[in-house]
């Protein structure tokens, strides 16, 4: 169920604060192409059947239901959800621009379990949640204390699971995390944060980076998978224990993922020396927690120009993931064609293939490894 990274304008750089070729690796794997490999196998493909009335003009995250498939796309341009069936045609539209019921303010992602569609929405920090048809069901905000802190959403018996903060870096005046400061959050269904657990790696607290939103994924018997922006680690988490739910850590590096090389302070200009130095690294955009206990690291770069919002070409972006066993420390290193939208219920894959309105096509991938 899940997200792909947002453009980087001067309100989405205060949102982050808060919210292939072969080559080696540290072990001597080499990154293989998908072409090279059974591990991700491609079983099917939905072309997006475009027209002048119904159509797509940013997406931004993807969720899918199955039985029929439909994979529900936050359009963050159009501000609406698009809903896919499976010959590629846009079934219906949920939400259209607006501050009032049933309507939305740039969506970012969502989350749809069954009779429900939650939508979380830049512009005003809140999350609109629908029927699968499209009637509106209610609107929530966090509480005043609290920040979105990543795009991922679990709906779970009696409300949600995300990643929340309470820390604000224009209070403190550092990009620097409290050593206390939890990640991620259990909620009602009215959005009232019950509890708080998890904390951020030592690269946070150590120092000032930009970028500091969570990665996750949940399965159904509680098990959780928390991943960081810049750090290539996957913290996993038991829900159903009491106290302390935290397990263990694991490692998913790849060969290719560039770490950032220096700090990026809160204080640093909203200009060009900040974008090359965020060009400069890659950003974990996915972690993806399958069953016989697989994880996915799925890692992008991003340019300059996407940061800047100018001459962003997506086919200058590079997307690859580490695959592995939370039982094992063997990893296995991949390339991929786009970037990864979400997993349904059978723990496929659905890979963005081609972004190009009009040609959009998704990939849908079995995992086959170990």
Partial sequence: MRPIGCSLTVSLVMGILLTTGCSSGPSGSEVTSLDETAALEQVDTVEIQETDERFIGELADADIELDPLRIYVADRKMQRIAVITADGSIDHFIGEAGRGPGELGRPIFLSVDEDRVVVAQRRWRGFSVFDTSGTPIDDHRLPGEHYVGGYDLFQIRDGYVMPVT????????????????????????????????????????????????????????SLAAVGYRLVPNVQLYDLTRQGDPHLQTLSFDHPDFRPPQEETPLDIAIDDELYERLANYDIVEETMLLQDDI??????NHTKGYYKQTEFKPSEQEHFATLGTIDSDERLPLSLPGPVLARDEKDRLYVELNPTPDNRKIGIYEVNWP
């Avoid at 206390?180 to 708080?196: I, Q, R, S, Y």
């Fill in 166 to 221: 309470s820390f604000s870096p224009q209070r403190m005046g550092s990009l620097r995390v409290p050593s206390g400061e939890n990640t991620v959050a259990t909620l009602n269904d009215t959005f009232e944060v019950e509890e708080t657990f998890g904390t951020f790696p030592s690269l946070y607290r150590d120092g000032e980076y930009y970028s500091q939103q969570r990665t996750m994924d949940l399965r159904a018997d």
């Fill in 295 to 300: 994880v996915v690291q799925v890692f992008a």
